[in-house]
């Protein structure tokens, strides 16, 4: 069972416009990443949130973390067709990362 | 420059057959992973290594075996590949354990007739 798992399969939106990927996590953490994938390449990090943190921002990323309700979301502002890939949200299982299913992000002009 | 590189980027193989992915690493990081990515299950671990001489077993080792004669390399080695093992899988290299960030390479997409 996974750790961690985005609650949305897809989501489409157009350029400039917001949109936010959700994800829960069944076990208290000490972190919690985000990371995407564009088609044909390997997944890269994104945002690193700690427990103790409840918001990061990197560029137009915003990542929040609730550690009462286990969630965790990511938010991209100003939407661009480049931002277009899979986010999965990963938290730490002891020997490796656990990532989620990931939420596929279609940005169309 | 890439951190971390695979090969063969693709790879049809043949029921029965031997397959060897290799990945290299220029992170000096002492972790190393593999990973295969099917649709609706995300990345899940095959094998994973502490060190150059170290595999452990991942969530899904059953039918791979991995080798890590270096700091630098580790490969995913499938002794006798069936259909069932066709996926994309990737690579990665991390610092440490847990919560460390980890650094993928661009996958190979292996295919089993």
């Known amino acids: 069972s996974q750790l961690a798992e985005e609650n949305s399969w897809a989501l489409s939106v157009h350029e400039g416009e917001s949109v936010t990927v959700n994800c829960s996590y069944k076990t208290s953490i000490t972190a919690l990443q985000w990371y995407r994938q564009k088609s044909g390449k390997g997944p890269a990090q994104l945002i690193l949130i700690r427990s103790n943190e409840r918001e990061k921002r990197n560029g137009r990323l915003r990542a929040t973390l609730d550690t009462s309700s286990q969630s965790s979301s990511l938010s991209i502002t100003a939407t661009r067709c480049e931002d277009t890939a899979v986010y999965f949200c990963a938290t730490g299982g002891g020997r490796a990362l656990i990532f989620g299913t990931g939420t596929t992000v279609s940005v169309s002009p | 420059e890439a951190a971390v590189t695979q090969s063969p980027r693709n790879k049809v193989a043949v029921t029965g057959g031997k397959v060897t992915l290799s990945c290299n690493q220029t992170n000096n990081h002492n972790n190393m992973y593999w990973y295969r990515q099917d649709t609706g299950h995300g990345l899940r671990l095959i094998h994973y290594s502490y060190g150059a001489g170290s595999t452990e077993k991942g969530d899904i080792p059953d039918g791979y075996k991995a080798s890590r004669p270096s700091q630098e390399n580790f490969s995913l080695i499938l002794e006798l590949a069936t259909p069932s093992q066709t996926s994309v899988y990737f690579c990665?290299?991390?610092?440490?354990?847990?919560?460390?960030?980890?650094?993928f390479g661009p996958g190979t997409r292996l295919t089993v007739l």
């Open positions: 990665a290299s991390g610092d440490a354990q847990g919560d460390a960030e980890q650094f």
